[in-house]
Structure formats: C-alpha cells, structure tokens
C-alpha cells in the first residue's frame, strides 16, 4: 500500500537566530494544521470524535466537527425489519453525514453493502432500523457505522 508523507524528513535551518525562530513557528503550525485535518480510522462502539469537519454552507467559525459510532447489528431478517438502539439523545440539531456497513453470509465468504436495493435504513429518535424487502436472513453479521454532528 502506497502512503503519502505528509512532512519532510529533514529540514535544513538557518544558523540566524530570527530565522531559526520564523521557521521553527512555521513548522509548528504546519504540523498542527496536519494533525488537526486527520481523520482518525478508529471504529468501535463508543462515540468517538474522527476530526473530520463538516463546512458544507457554513461560514469557516461555524465548522461542525463529526462523530463516529460503529455497531455490530446481528443477522439480517427475512423481509422484516432489525431494530438496533443507538443510545443516541438525537435532537432537531443532530445531523447523520454517513450511514453505512455491510453484511456477511453466515459461510463468510459472501458481504452485501447497506446501500443495497432489498435494504432500507432508517434512524429515529432511538433505534437504527434496517428494513429487507427481500430475504437475506444468510447474512448473519451485520456492521453499522454512522458518522454525524451534533450541537
């Protein structure tokens, strides 16, 4: 897998005290700029803040920063619906980015995307419910992750 560097190896200084000061400024918020856009790849079942940034029609002071919550759901049912709990306190102020997962078959070796058309997804107030119009009851894993922001 390639991978990008996102800072030099080696950085030459100037031997000018001022200079040295400038520079070392200037690499210290670089480096926090790095460190503050990264989205952090961590998924478990606890809320948890991914750095990402939501800007999309706000002014840059009024960013909305996204939260990640990941679930493992069960099997999926047979032309029915699966009702997991989120344990969310979702408001009006409340915004989901991203739904999404997959399911895998009971032999392991076969995954559906969520984004599926015999699949239907929908969050209220306390539940995520997962709605098949057909039957994928062989899917016996399902994984859940949403990604939002909240006030």
């Known amino acids: 897998m390639a991978q990008e ?3 030099a190896y080696n950085v030459a200084y100037s031997q ?23 989205d952090t790849g961590i998924f478990n079942d606890e809320e948890f803040f991914t750095a990402q ?9 009024e960013q909305q920063v996204l939260y990640r919550k990941a679930f493992d759901a069960g099997a999926l049912p047979n032309i029915g619906t699966l009702t997991v709990a989120h344990n969310l306190s979702l408001d ?5 980015i991203k739904i999404y997962g997959t ?21 209220d107030n306390t539940n ?5 119009t057909s039957n ?8 859940i992750i949403l990604e939002y922001t909240k006030p």
């Open 128 to 132: 995520i419910n997962i709605t098949t």
């Open 53 to 61: 940034q939501w800007n999309v029609g706000k002014d840059q002071g």
């Open 136 to 143: 994928l009851s062989a899917y016996t894993t399902t994984r």
């Open 92 to 96: 009006a102020n409340w915004d989901f």
């Open 103 to 123: 399911a895998k078959d009971s032999t392991g070796v076969q995954w559906v995307p969520l984004a599926h058309p015999d699949i239907t997804i929908v969050i």
């Open 16 to 38: 000018d005290d001022k200079q040295l000061l400038r520079n070392i400024f200037r690499k210290t918020n670089e480096l926090v700029n790095i460190i503050n856009t990264k």
């Open 5 to 7: 560097n996102l800072l």
